[in-house]
């Protein structure tokens, strides 16, 4: 990951480094010269054409990199900026508390929502506090537990994905990460609440889905969605990680594709550049999503929420049966 | 399905050719010992020195648990499509055909419904010897109405694992069925049904993330290889060596996340216990082999 320079990717660079220079000549020239307002009239016509230029026709690879962008906003950058208030409430009950997930009771537009979500860190001490966003069984169960309690109390819940995945440790092993996950699918399955899920950044594999089973699930422009790393699957398919970007372009992991497979409810738009270059209207998006989706859902009774639930889940697949086509992904 | 019904005879012909290894004398992969073939298929295909269980075919699997000639399969005329246009060095279609060539098998699940001691069942099994006995579309929905299946005609569900997770080839679709095959087992949950899941070497990924971990009782097969992650991604990510019986069934029972290590001579047995348990048939009498450190 190309963390250098500010922590820009490399494709973005050149963008960026124009908007800087954009931002020092209004800061410094004398905006009333005639030739002056030319000048910054002409470079920002270049940024506005070099954006565009970049954003349109971004490659499979490139989504993975801004998925995974070291400014990207993560879950608890979201919750400050949608939540009017939002108390964390932590551990599993059993072993620990996993700081890989966060979840907690909040305030959102004038209801009462649970909130459970991935968090990565910031700089290298959060990272490693929040083991780089990856959970142990732990923080599973922390999230099951709280999604109970909403059930239990009729609050809607939200989750938020943005994990590489489920952490492949010897102690995560030993505590069940299987079951944990497992757990978490059978149980969300049939919560009589409504589940909104949105995409913010990586969605990797179990680790993921372990947060995924709702009743809308959304992603961001720029976030990824995949059964395996790009990095996983070159290993197994070609016996070389560096390959990433072809298995990603295999794999379809973008918001795009899983919208045209019929795996996702909807796309949310992103800033120009990226969630990361105005966080704030990133976060508008998603609230007036999460919004209008638990609109929707609150016209549901428990029963028929839980039915289409499970119908939702069941229509997941494609196949042939007979000769037939079947499930999704046959247009 | 003909030939199942030819009973103990048609064992040798649903012994997969690749996978199993040919000629009358056989070494063992663990102790290295050599096996006079008879012998094996006599005693289930576990080495008689060490205790070795080899890898054995969904077909073989039901000869030795249910009542002969009582499996039906269900559910068949499901096939793979390749919803990503998916390929790699080698087009997914083409892996498809291949291990249909090579197996006999539509894709890596054989279900149906078949009777244990008279109690009848629904079964879906995976087969490690197509494409890794990998979870797609087919695997997740033949599982899901096998469910079904169970429910409508109130019966119990067994599942039994061989599997080195989700396919990816199907992408996206292929995690969803960890998600779809959960679903159905909270339904039939909810439908007070039991769902017995067998566990066997090896078990990993998607499968152990989803309907493989949610049995009411879960069975695993001797130094079954049982895990959610690989031992070489662990190894890779810790960049430590794994200590020894790691994700093993023994490691996995002494953990908790496994009711019984079971021979596979006691699979028979065991099962049916447990089904007359939850069932209207009587317990059957008499002990089951008494492993040495139960109490
Ligand atoms: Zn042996």
Known sequence: MSEGMGGWLDFERPLVELEQKIAEFRDFADGEKIEIRDELRRLETKAEKLRTQIFTGLTRWQRVQLARHPRRPYTLDYLQRLTGCFLEL?????????????????????????????????????????????????????????MEMAARFGRPIFTFIDTQGAYPGIAAEERGQSEAIARNLLVMA???????????GEGGSGGALALGVCDRTFMQENSVYSVISPEGCAAILWGDRARAPEAAEALKVTAQDLSKL???????????????????????????????????????????????RLQRFLAMGSYLEDGLPKGLGHS | MAWFRRGKKGIKAAVDKKDMPQGVWLKCR???????????????????????HFRISSRQYFQLLFDEGSFVEEDAGLRPSDPLHFRDSKKYKDRIVAAQTKTGLDDAIVSGRATVDGIPVSIAALDFSFMGGSMGSVVGERI????????????????????????????????????KTSAMLAKLAEERLPHISILTDPTTGGVTASFASLGDVILAEPKAL??????????????????????????LEAHGFVDRVVHRRDLNRTLATVLAFFGDAPMPTGRLRRRQDDH
């Open chain 1, 90 to 146: 932590k551990g599993d009950r059993g072993f620990g508390d996993d700081r890989a997930i966060v979840g907690g009771l909040a305030s959102f537009r004038g209801r009462k929502v649970m909130v459970v979500g991935h968090q990565k860190g910031r700089d290298i001490k959060a990272k490693l506090e929040r083991n780089f966003g990856m959970p142990h069984p732990e923080g599973y169960r922390k999230a099951l537990r709280l």
């Open chain 1, 190 to 200: 049939r919560l009589p609440v409504p589940i909104v899920g949105i995409v913010i």
């Open chain 1, 262 to 308: 019929g795996v996702i409810d909807g796309i949310i738009p992103e800033p120009p550049g990226g969630a990361h270059r105005d966080v704030d209207a990133a976060a508008t998006s998603v609230g007036d999503t999460l919004d209008s989706a638990l609109a929707e859902l609150e016209q549901l009774s428990p029963a028929e929420l839980v039915e289409a």
């Open chain 2, 30 to 52: 663990e102790c290295t010992e050599i096996l006079y073939r008879p012998e094996l298929e006599k005693s289930h295909w576990v080495c008689q020195k060490c205790g070795y």
């Open chain 2, 144 to 179: 899901a109405r096998a469910a079904q299946r169970a429910i409508d005609a109130r019966r119990g569900l067994i599942t039994l694992s061989a599997s080195g997770g989700a396919r990816m080839q199907e992408g996206i679709l292929s995690l969803m069925q960890m998600a």
């Open chain 2, 226 to 251: 049982v895990g959610f992650a690989g031992p070489r991604v662990i190894r890779e990510t810790i960049n430590q060596e794994l200590p020894e019986g790691f994700q093993r069934s023994e490691f």
